[in-house]
């Protein structure tokens, strides 16, 4: 029999969903259109990427790190049964909007709290001695309900600017402090959202353009330095080390 599943039109002023990019926002519709009649629904990423996304030019990978943070936001859980390595989906608000006639029971087992795939397991599954020792690091507590790692906080200042970086911070600091909100990856919150939010489009492209401009140009001036020729007197090296360094603090 066929699956017919509704899209109410509330789901366009739900805050989780604009907290979404485009990618984001039609995953989790999808994910509605092919869950089973109690929301549920295996999320192997591959067949994920597959069924929903066949001409779109992006990894498995990529729908395993948007399935993470619907769940962050509370759009999904995102877990495992633990005797398995499957994974699962449940949707969170099917029973409020899915009316089903005549459902066949589900027979994926069902979301419980310590079930939840978070990010530090997710890491580990990948099978690199690189995410594993990831595990260990510690984050930093920025705001009373803002913490990331880091080197997240310095990409943040390298891409926006130390004051942009802090009203982000401010931003969702608030927010989660008078919603309750909980997110797995505060970083991913920011970019995913509080950005957008704090910058809007115009202002965001522009910084955004402007630290891939100043990423090149130093990627040109590593190049021009490995290939310079040993026999320049030291005096030249350093009047177009100031030049160059000039040029790229600029931009």
């Known amino acids: 029999m066929a699956r017919k599943r509704m899209i109410h039109r509330d789901i366009w002023e739900s805050y989780e969903i604009k907290q979404c990019n485009f990618r984001q926002r039609l995953l989790f519709i999808g994910l509605i259109t092919i869950a089973d009649d109690e929301g549920r629904l295996k999320a192997d990423s591959g067949i994920l990427k597959g069924n929903l996304f066949p001409f779109d030019n992006f990894s498995s990978k990529t729908i395993e790190t948007d399935l993470q943070f619907l769940d962050s936001i509370n759009l999904i859980h995102y877990y495992s049964n633990g005797t398995t390595s499957n994974k699962y989906v449940e949707i969170i608000t099917w029973k409020k909007y899915q009316k089903v ?124 330095k490995e290939k310079r020729s040993d026999d320049i007197p030291e005096v030249i090296k350093n009047q177009i080390d100031k030049v160059l360094n000039k040029s790229i603090s600029q931009i």
């Not at 942009?164 to 995913?192: C, V």
Request: no cysteine; charged share 30%.
């Open 101 to 224: 006639d005549h459902p066949v029971e589900s027979n994926i087992p069902i979301f419980e709290n310590d079930s939840r795939i978070n990010r530090e397991n997710f890491s580990t599954n990948s099978n690199s001695n690189s995410n594993s020792n990831s595990n260990t690091k510690a984050k930093t507590i920025y705001a009373d309900f803002v913490s990331m790692l880091p080197e997240e906080y310095q990409k943040l200042i390298n891409q926006y600017g130390e004051i942009n970086t802090k009203k982000f911070i401010d931003r969702l600091n608030a927010y989660k402090g008078s919603n309750g909100k909980k997110y797995k990856s505060d970083y991913l919150a920011i970019l995913n959202w509080v950005v957008d939010a704090v910058l809007g489009t115009d202002k965001k492209k522009e910084l955004e353009d402007k630290y891939r401009l100043g990423v090149q140009k130093e990627k040109e001036w590593e190049s021009v």
